[in-house]
T-cell receptor, first 115, second 109 residues
Framework: NAGVTQTPKFQVLKTGQSMTLQCAQDMNHEYMSWYRQDPGMGLRLIHYSVGAGITDQGEVPNGYNVSRSTTEDFPLRLLSAAPSQTSVYFC??????????????FGPGTRLLVL | RKEVEQDPGPFNVPEGATVAFNCTYSNSASQSFFWYRQDCRKEPKLLMSVYSSGNEDGRFTAQLNRASQYISLLIRDSKLSDSATYLCVVAAAGNKLTFGGGTRVLVKP
């Protein structure tokens, strides 16, 4: 099992450019999510999905778009990059139960710098 | 006020010593609690869940105090390899996870 994979590992963008961060998992997890991690802020939820065709907004969704066409893939799109989106982005997946708090499996992260 | 708060540290710990730190949460409806470990420039990984009765995993002990709304992590006989950032995670219904900012621990020889 590869677990959760993310590409690219690093990216530099200019303000206004768009790009897609890729995330894939091979554990047949229903739940997938995207977080950004900034110094002193903890991980903040951007968007999440509880299954193919179902997505919802997290705490900081503005400027980001997601889709979930398959169980395995959950790409994150930056529509028009801004310097405030400079961050480390983590994708995570887990089983989904109606209760709270399944173990989250994180990808290795994508470091994004927006100039 | 942040939903989940942690002392950012760093906690400088001599090798072999014991270190403990807390995490406070504001949502009284929180249902599940976890400690994740994050090494420098790496992804978070689950260290342990925190149960109401408290639980141990080797040198690590986690406690939950629902009345005062905090969880704690204690590391005994600290190793150099314990140097990391420890993230407190609180979960409410619907898998809504809230992460603390992390507590940095540095174990020194």
């Amino acid at each position: 099992n590869a677990g959760v994979t993310q590409t690219p590992k690093f990216q530099v963008l200019k303000t206004g450019q768009s790009m897609t961060l890729q995330c894939a998992q091979d554990m047949n997890h229903e739940y997938m999510s995207w977080y950004r991690q900034d110094p002193g802020m903890g991980l903040r939820l951007i968007h999440y999905s509880v299954g193919a065709g179902i997505t919802d907004q997290g705490e900081v969704p503005n400027g980001y778009n997601v889709s979930r066409s398959t169980t395995e893939d959950f790409p994150l799109r930056l529509l028009s990059a801004a310097p405030s989106q400079t961050s480390v982005y983590f994708c995570a997946s887990s089983y989904w139960l109606a209760g709270a708090g399944e173990t989250q499996y994180f990808g290795p992260g994508t470091r994004l710098l927006v100039l | 006020r942040k939903e989940v708060e942690q002392d950012p540290g760093p906690f400088n710990v001599p090798e072999g010593a014991t270190v403990a730190f807390n995490c406070t949460y504001s949502n009284s409806a929180s249902q599940s609690f976890f400690w994740y470990r994050q090494d420098c420039r790496k992804e978070p990984k689950l260290l342990m869940s925190v149960y109401s009765s408290g639980n141990e995993d080797g040198r690590f002990t986690a406690q939950l105090n629902r009345a005062s709304q905090y969880i704690s992590l204690l590391i005994r006989d600290s190793k150099l390899s314990d140097s990391a950032t420890y993230l407190c995670v609180v979960a409410a219904a619907g898998n809504k996870l809230t992460f603390g900012g992390g507590t940095r621990v540095l174990v020194k020889p």
